[in-house]
């Protein structure tokens, strides 16, 4: 109860450190798994990003079945990316899209999972990623031809003439059966 006072009073330092004491003040509570949510909450708030990190990796291993699972994994993908964990980040959304029953999540996570990877120049991580994408989700045409793009740019970029052209052979016979 503390902790939520803290948070109502957006003391959010204060309301962490409440929420984490419950581990080791009653480490059987059925509360334990919201507290430690709640706490990672505050942390971000914060921008502890490295703090953040660790309660929601500890949440995850600790309370493997609880059904904020899903919740954590999408804190922590923003959580490594605001640090710069340009491959963690991408992995968390490549479990975001592997958690996910909605296609529009799916499809948005696979696009920034394989941005993220992009921009940490894991190419080899990036392509996997697109081919990914574009194996499950080969329409809308439009979003999967912007897919194969980035496919054949990344082969371009990479001197890959014949993996640059064949892509681009992909689109167009794509385009043509429309």
Do not use: C
Request: charged letters at 30%; a neutral charge.
């Amino acid at each position: 109860q503390q902790g939520e006072v803290a948070r109502k009073q957006e003391n959010h330092q204060l309301a962490a450190e409440h929420f984490l004491r419950i581990r080791k003040a009653a480490p059987g509570a059925t509360i334990l798994a919201t507290a430690e949510y709640d706490a990672a909450a505050s942390l971000i708030q914060l921008e502890d990003w490295t703090r953040a990190a660790g309660v929601l990796k500890a949440f995850r291993a600790n309370h493997p079945k609880h059904e904020l699972q899903k919740e954590v994994t999408k804190k922590l993908a923003v959580v490594y990316q605001e640090s710069g964990q340009l491959l963690l980040a991408g992995a968390e959304f490549e479990r975001i899209e592997q958690e996910s029953e909605d296609e529009d999540v799916r499809r948005e996570a696979l696009t920034q999972a394989a941005d993220l990877y992009a921009a940490a120049k894991a190419n080899d991580k990036a392509l996997a990623v697109l081919k990914r994408y574009v194996k499950l989700f080969p329409s809308p045409m439009e979003p999967a031809l912007e897919t194969r793009q980035k496919i054949a740019d990344i082969h371009n970029n990479s001197g890959n003439r014949q993996a640059y052209f064949k892509a681009l052979e992909d689109m167009v016979r794509i385009e043509v059966r429309g």
